[in-house]
DNA sequence: TAGGCCATCTGGTCCT
DNA sequence: AGGACCAGATGGCCTA
C-alpha cells in the first residue's frame, strides 16, 4: 500500500480545491449543475485527505516498529556487554548506564593490570605478559591481596572493600590490584568515584 | 508518594 | 525517498 502513495503528502489533494476562476477556460455549466460539481470536489478531496492520513498513520507505524526494534537491538547489545561483565549471581541486574560505566571501569583497570604486568614482565625478563593472551585470563587471588575483598562475605556483596582511587585519578602502583578489584567487584560501591 | 528506570511514541535531522 | 539516529515527552512499574 506505502508503495502505490508513496508520492501522497499533504499537498496531494489539492487537484480537489480548484476555484471556478482556474477552470474559467473551461465553459461553465449551468449553475445546478456547477452545485453538483463543487459537491464532488469537496467529497473527492475529504477522500483524498483520508486516504492521505491512512498513508502517514502507516508510515508511522513502521518507522515506530523500525525505532522499537532499533531500541531492542541496543537492548541486545547490552546485554552482551553485561554476560561479559563480571557480576554477582544475587546482584540484581545493572541498569544501562551503570552496565556503560562499568564496562569503562573495568576496561580501564584491565588495561592498567596489563600495562603494569607488562613492566613488571619486562623488568624480570624479555618477555611482555601483553604479547602473551593467556595471562589476561588469570586473575589475582584475592587473599593475597591487600585490599579486603570476599565474595562470599557477610558485608563485602553490599559493601565491598572502598578503593580511594578512580580511573578519573591515577593511583600509586600499589593501589592497582585494589582497583581492579574495585572495577571488577566493588562497582555499585564505587559509584561515587564514577560520578 | 516521590524518584528512578524503562519502553514506546513522535517529530526532526542526517545519511545513503 | 526511505531508513537510521536522536532527543523530548509520556506513562507504567518498582522501590525506598
Given at each position: 500500500m506505502d508503495s502505490a502513495y508513496s508520492d501522497i503528502d499533504s499537498n496531494s489533494c489539492d487537484f480537489f480545491s480548484h476555484t471556478d476562476e482556474e477552470d474559467a477556460r473551461v465553459p461553465r455549466p449551468t449553475s445546478p449543475e456547477r452545485g453538483q460539481q463543487q459537491r464532488k470536489r469537496r467529497r473527492g478531496r475529504a477522500r483524498c485527505e483520508a486516504v492521505v492520513q491512512v498513508v502517514k498513520k502507516n508510515r508511522r507505524l513502521k518507522a515506530n516498529d523500525r525505532e522499537r526494534n532499533r531500541m531492542h537491538n541496543l537492548n541486545d547489545a547490552l546485554d552482551e556487554l553485561r554476560g561479559v561483565l563480571p557480576a554477582f549471581p544475587d546482584e540484581t541486574k545493572l541498569t544501562k548506564i551503570e552496565t556503560l560505566r562499568f564496562a569503562h571501569n573495568y576496561i580501564w583497570a584491565l588495561s592498567e593490570t596489563i600495562r603494569i604486568a607488562d613492566l613488571q614482565a619486562g623488568r624480570r625478563n624479555?618477555?611482555?605478559?601483553?604479547?602473551?593472551?593467556?595471562?589476561?585470563r588469570e586473575t589475582p587471588s584475592p587473599a593475597s591481596d591487600p585490599c579486603t575483598w570476599s565474595p562470599s562475605g557477610s558485608s563485602s556483596a553490599s559493601s565491598p572493600a572502598y578503593c580511594a582511587s578512580s580511573p578519573g585519578s591515577p593511583a600509586a602502583p600499589e593501589d592497582y590490584s585494589c582497583l581492579q578489584k574495585e572495577a571488577l567487584f566493588g562497582f555499585r560501591s564505587f559509584m561515587p568515584g564514577i560520578y
Open positions: 624479555d618477555t611482555p605478559l601483553l604479547r602473551n593472551p593467556s595471562c589476561l
